[in-house]
């Protein structure tokens, strides 16, 4: 890997993360006011000054700005002000379940992905294929909170076999797992199918065919192999996003992840919380991204990035 | 690989962190499932209105409001003298914080100092400051209050009564951070654990006052989707929901292992109009035409569920000044048709119309609710423009004075019908911005904030009442109570008057 | 070969045909809602609260006794209206900073990749919620907040695409004689990139159809009473367990809709993307 390319990619990341900490921080100051949810109704425009005061509100937003960032810098996001505890300790916190969650889900979503795709391959353009495709393509074309609504009533109300919400054992999981899973499938499965359709017309394969390796050890051992990359690429995308907020999903199921955390904090007008969450949301997903190209570099040495 | 190492580290943290979380299922535990979950824990500094809410865990005040009327806690009695000046309260003996130290007047001095300090964060300090020269101990079981004038609103206000009484030494030794993570008090529970914004654990207290709870554990959690709190309640996962509205109570109601208790009167609401942008609306007629487009009945039965009732006026039943007798504005929109033409309203007026898109205590289901007023209104000729608000955008309308043509406005908690009037009908009231200015009002309210004599006071109250049913300023919308929805495990509870504030959990039994 | 590519075409048709036929009607119900709704879409009658589906009502009534079928078919004709023309937004806006940022090099063209970056990292429905809570609920807010947050996907792709077209012989040549730059990009680059957008559009338009629904949910969707299926079905899901038909109809009808358009997607890139096509 050039250590130019390197660099490059690092600094371009670290960029982004800086033009995601104004916009974060100017859309929490824009979208209202704290003061305004937490004060009773009798407080008058002074009393609501000087609670703006108390939370550092009343600077010029430039002011705010600039305090903010060197803090952050710290690993100060400042005091959630809904919950009265730091911003970032409620943000890592939540960090190991929302993980949990994504790969959970990662995983109902290879489960459905993977063999549809290489099936799809194989037996392209059959009617296998077009129901696989139909199957995987059903996840990402419902509501999330419908689907997930759907799946409490069916598994949880009425069969009585699973936890309709929460966390705590395995059985927790298995609900917002096939919600978020079934939403990623589609992508995977598009991208699965394609690199099987590739590896599949390579002449590798036509080798292995001509040798006499069986037609299962062909598809299964060297073309899956040869599809890797692009599948693990879009495996960690889509990992990433739902990291990036399974907002509504963790809402519905009750999860106590980042992206629960962080649309209580947007109704609340919880500046210290909304920044801190969204940056945090914000960065795995590029710092996912940014590993994502060195690992595809890193494997595949003929991609010129430079070109890009 | 290094990198693949680090992040399957990652996952077992993940991992064991998930398994040693238990779900509660212990017999003698409880799940409360509640839309809202506030955890300020320092009865001296609630900053916000909602913080209220877990103080009864924790805290007892002097005395409480119930459905009977005052009812003693800390305090056992008091005497009002110099002309309503001075209240010398006898304080329970033998009762004990959590940590073990005794409760006596100088814990009540304490945090009544600290709530009516000059840099007082307390959301209600306000009447603490005007009302309370000074706080004298007298003995350790007998506490004065030296005020600056009658403070009638002490006892009728559960704002007031219910302030939590916190201990001097503890608190003075760990601050204000320290107390925050660590409260101590003399309620039924103490703080267990806490998860910020996902759940509260409260453990019983075994030498509390009023007997020891029945229950050992009581988890509040936060769940705010509506439908995932029913799921949890027909599942067992929780003993008691709160926030469930409309239909899924028929629901509930038609399963026989569930039940709903109500707490009643909680809140009430009314409708009101901007004089400004909706000049028509200061003629009585238009007024009157709007009350009678709109059917209370079918909505307080379809959309909510029988949680709220059509109210006569703004004042509940419940509220210190109700008025009974008073008729409700009758369903008919062909007199509305006819008031609207008399007074020369054209079929297709626009006006503009505040949604509110979250649900609050006050009134439950609000967006749907608001959208069948609406729909009301459009059948008798006008043309509304809904403008949605959450609950932050809303606030930050109406506090700029920025409402829209015609409002509909929410009280909770209306214990005592001044603290209504404060909010909506004076001049100076901050919901109403100017758009009820009527000196009637202002002069009564003034009156009744300083007269020391009960029935007297009520009597004032109740005069405006009267007088609001023949004028009409605002419109009575509902009379709601909050309903708590519970499951089999729950024998026996009843909640206090007013709302999710004064849950009495301890009361609770189980099967 | 040739009997492979038979097959492969009928099967095409058939990838095609159905789902276009029932975008077609979808379409059809939407444009002519006027005409085919039996009711009217938002006129309440809370004397038939939650009526299930009958002979008057095909699909019931929802909790303010109005019609299921009429507002789905008014529903779809705003649904549609805010997928596609907050994708033409975000189309129009990522195709101009992709070729930009591909035409120029140096501070611009990497400023705009740090922009697009930015917006691929968003976090969609929080920004939106945020956004919206900012500027108010309304249709035209919903529009452009969708149009707004979903432009980066289009930038980068035309960047990557506009970048290797300019590398053809025949686009150098057209360069190296002299061409107007903006000659070059309309005569070669936009010809060539028009395929990848309009698959690209189509995708998005699923997306966009979803996320309005989720806006709904949040509570900062189109404002009632315009019909939207995204509010049909976050207004009905508290009502699913007393009246299915309130949540499960509109809910089909986006699920069916959107997964039709992504199967026409999928198609569409077979038979426009060569680059997609893996043939």
Redesign the interface.
């Known amino acids: 890997m050039s250590s130019r390319f390197f660099y490059q990619r690092l600094v371009q990341t670290v960029l982004t993360l800086v033009l995601l900490s104004m916009v974060v921080f100017g859309l929490a100051r824009l ?4 003061v ?8 008058t425009e002074a009393q609501l000054e000087e ?1 703006r005061a ?1 939370y550092g509100l009343d600077r010029p937003l430039p002011v705010q700005y600039w305090r903010f960032i060197s803090r952050v810098a710290q690993g100060d996001f400042g005091m ?1 002000i ?4 730091p911003a970032v ?2 943000v890592i ?1 939540r960090f ?2 929302t ?2 969650l994504a ?1 959970t889900s990662m995983i109902f979503g290879l489960l459905l992905a993977l063999p549809v795709g290489i099936i799809s391959a194989v037996k392209r353009d059959t009617w296998v294929d077009n129901f696989g495709k139909i199957v995987a393509l059903t996840g990402q074309s419902m509501p999330t909170f419908w689907f997930g ?1 759907l799946l ?2 069916v598994f ?2 009425y069969a ?1 076999m699973l ?7 395995v059985y ?1 999981l298995i609900l917002p797992s096939i919600t978020l899973g079934g939403f990623v499938a589609a992508s995977i499965m598009r991208v699965t199918r394609s690199a099987m359709l590739d590896a599949l017309e390579s002449d590798y394969i036509r080798t292995a065919r001509s040798k006499g390796v069986p037609e299962w050890r062909v598809i299964m051992v060297h073309a899956f192999k040869n599809g890797a990359i692009p599948i693990l690429t879009i495996t960690a995308l889509q990992a990433a996003t739902i990291l990036r907020g399974a907002v509504v999903t963790e ?4 999860w ?1 992840g980042i992206g ?2 962080a649309v ?1 904090a947007v ?3 919880d500046f210290p919380l909304v920044q801190a969450s969204v940056l945090a949301m914000g960065g795995v997903f590029l710092v996912i991204n940014l ?1 994502v190209d060195f690992i595809y570099v890193y494997l595949d040495p003929r991609i010129s990035y430079l070109k890009k | 690989m290094q ?1 693949l190492r680090v992040a399957s580290g ?2 077992v ?3 064991c ?2 398994a040693s ?3 509660a299922a212990d017999k003698n535990e409880i799940v409360v499932a509640q839309p809202v979950l506030r ?2 824990f320092d009865p001296t500094a609630l ?3 909602t913080d209220f809410m877990p103080q009864d865990m924790l805290f007892d005040g002097l005395f409480n409001l119930t459905e009977k009327g005052i009812t003693p806690a800390l305090a056992l009695s008091w005497v009002i003298s110099d002309e309503g000046k001075q209240v010398d309260f006898i304080l329970r003996e033998g009762v004990t914080f959590h940590n073990g130290d005794p409760f006596t007047a100088e814990d009540v001095k304490f945090t009544l100092d600290r709530v009516r300090a000059s840099d007082s ?1 307390h ?2 300090r ?1 009447p603490f400051q005007d009302a309370i020269k000074d706080i004298v101990v007298l003995a350790p079981n007998k506490v004065r209050f030296v005020l600056t004038g009658p403070w009638p609103g002490y006892f009728t206000g559960v704002r007031n009564a219910t302030v939590g009484m916190a201990p001097k030494s503890y608190y003075e030794k760990v601050g204000p951070e320290g107390f ?1 993570k660590a409260p101590i008090g003399t309620g039924p529970f103490k703080l267990k654990d806490s ?4 759940w509260t654990e409260f453990s019983a207290f075994n030498d509390y006052w009023g007997g020891r709870p029945n229950v050992e554990l009581v988890k509040k ?8 709190r ?3 309640l ?2 067992n ?1 929780a003993d008691i929901v709160m926030g469930i ?4 109570l ?2 509930i109601r038609a399963d026989n292992k569930a039940r709903i208790i109500f707490s009643k009167y909680s809140g009430t609401s009314g409708f009101y109009f901007n004089k400004t942008s909706f000049p028509e609306s200061q003629d009585p007629r238009v007024r009157l035409a709007i009350g009678h487009a709109i ?1 209370l009945k ?2 307080a039965k ?2 909510l569920g029988g949680v709220c009732e059509p109210a006569s006026g703004i004042f509940t039943p419940a509220t210190f000044g109700h008025l009974p007798g008073l008729d409700i504005i009758s369903y008919d929109p062909e007199k509305s048709k006819k008031l609207l033409a008399e007074a020369g309203i054209k079929p297709g007026m626009e006006l503009t119309d505040a ?1 509110h ?2 649900s609050f205590g006050s009134l439950p289901n609000a ?2 609710v608001q ?2 007023i ?3 209104l ?2 008798v000729g006008f043309k509304i423009k ?8 809303w ?2 309308m109406m ?1 700029a004075g920025k409402q829209p043509d015609i409002f509909y406005g929410p009280s909770s908690i209306p214990d005592d019908g001044s603290a209504t009037m ?2 909506w009908f004076l001049s100076t009231s ?2 109403s911005s100017g758009n009820i200015s009527i000196p009637e009002y202002d002069e009564i309210f003034k009156k009744q904030l300083v007269e020391p004599d009960l029935e007297k006071r009520r009597a004032l109250l109740q005069g405006f009442a009267r007088e609001e049913h023949t004028r009409h300023a605002g419109l009575p919308l509902f009379w709601c109570n909050t309903p708590f929805a519970i499951g089999p495990r729950v024998k026996e509870w009843s909640t206090s008057l007013g709302s999710g504030y004064q849950m009495n959990l301890d009361k609770l039994t189980l099967n | 070969m040739n009997l492979k590519s038979i097959r492969s075409s009928r099967l095409l048709e058939w990838r095609v045909a159905v789902p276009g036929f029932f975008l077609l009607t979808i379409l059809f119900c939407a444009l002519f809602a006027d005409f085919i709704a039996p009711y009217h879409p ?3 009658n ?2 038939m ?2 009526t299930p589906p009958n002979g008057d009502y095909w699909l019931g009534t929802d ?2 006794g109005r019609d299921i079928l009429t507002r789905i078919l008014y529903g779809g004709r705003v649904s549609l209206l805010v997928g596609m023309s907050s994708v033409a937004l975000a189309m129009v806006i990522g195709v101009l900073l992709g070729i930009t940022s591909a035409m120029m090099e140096g501070w611009v063209g990497e400023a705009i990749m740090r922009l697009t970056d930015l917006f691929l990292s968003l976090p969609a429905v929080l920004i939106a919620l945020a956004v919206a ?2 500027i ?2 309304s249709l035209l807010n919903v529009i452009f907040i969708i149009g707004l947050l979903y432009w980066a996907p289009f930038a980068r792709m035309v960047r990557a695409e506009a970048l290797s077209i300019r590398e053809l012989d025949y686009v150098q040549a057209a360069y190296a004689i002299g061409c107007n730059p903006f000659r070059v990009l309309f005569l070669h680059i936009l010809p060539n990139i028009i395929n990848t957008v309009i698959v690209l559009a189509t995708l998005q338009i699923a997306a966009a159809i979803l996320l309005e629904s989720t806006l709904s949910f949040l ?2 969707g189109v ?3 315009t019909p939207t299926w995204g509010i049909m079905v976050a ?1 009905g ?7 299915w038909w309130t949540v499960t109809f509109p809910g089909m009808a986006i699920m069916l809709t959107v997964l039709s358009i992504n199967l026409l997607g999928d198609a569409l890139r077979d038979f426009l993307d060569p680059k997609f096509s893996r043939r």
Do not use: C
């Open positions: 979208s209202g006011d704290p305004l949810i937490m004060a009773p109704p009798e407080a609670m108390d959630s809904k919950w009265n505890v300790d409620i916190e190991p379940a993980l949990l790969t609504i409490i009533l949880a109300v009585r936890p309709t919400s929460g966390y705590g054992t927790h809402t519905v199921f009750v106590p629960k955390i209580d109704y609340a007008r590993l | 990198m990652i996952l943290v993940a991992i962190a998930f979380v238990g779900q955890q300020q900053v916000a209105t964060k959301a209600y306000k925050q998860k910020a914004g996902e959690l936060l769940v705010k989707e509506e439908f995932t029913y799921a949890m027909t599942r996962e509205s409309g239909p899924l028929d629901k059917d079918a909505i379809d959309i949604i898109t979250a967006p749907a959208e069948a609406a729909g009301y459009e059948a809904r403008e949605p608000y959450d609950t932050g955008a606030l930050k506090r404060e909010s901050p919901w | 938002t006129k309440q809370l004397s609260f939650l909790a303010f809570a900012t108010g609920p509570g900062v404002p009632p009473p207004d899901r508290q009502y699913v367990e007393l009246g």
